[in-house]
């Protein structure tokens, strides 16, 4: 599997307007531009799986394969009780879902932060860090998201 180039912290910076993912209280950050539509956890068929998914949401005559992660993003065979949302991914190569606790847009960019030595490991989709409220959250993107979701699968899938 060919894995994302990493991306710089000055296209991170480039982008003014985030999401913020919340999964078993964890923030994740992804570009909003991203985000292509909430849905209902009651829209996901679980009749109609990709390899490693929760199921699927139709949508404009397309199925998009739903995954569920853990905060730590490791993959999840069932919903927790504290997700309430799906949230359709598209960065125009990579599309599916992923179920969420919480989903809320950033009204103002948040300050990006360089990830330290010790987390920039070739395989993260950690990006950079983000000081939200004085708490500290991952960014990501899609294209990630994406790759850490083959990896899983590949590698026998997680939990």
């Known amino acids: 599997m060919n894995r994302p180039a990493p991306t710089t912290l000055v296209e991170l910076r480039a982008i003014r307007l985030f999401a913020r993912l919340t999964l078993d209280g964890r923030q994740w950050l992804l570009p909003q531009t991203e985000i292509y539509s909430l849905e209902s956890l009651l829209d996901i068929d679980q009749d109609v799986r990709a390899p490693h998914s929760i199921g699927a949401i139709g949508l404009g005559g397309e199925w998009w394969p739903v995954y569920c992660l853990s905060g730590e993003l490791q993959r ?55 000081l939200i409220d004085g708490e500290l959250g991952c960014v990501t993107t899609t294209e990630h998201l994406a790759a850490l979701l083959a990896a899983l699968m590949e590698g026998g899938g997680g939990h």
């Open 76 to 130: 999840l065979q069932q919903i927790p009780d504290s997700r309430r949302t799906c949230t359709l991914l598209d960065n125009r190569a990579d599309r599916f879902g992923l179920v969420c606790d919480q989903v809320e847009t950033l009204a103002e960019a948040p300050r990006l932060l360089e990830l330290p030595a010790c987390m920039k490991l070739p395989d993260s989709p950690i990006q950079a860090l983000a």
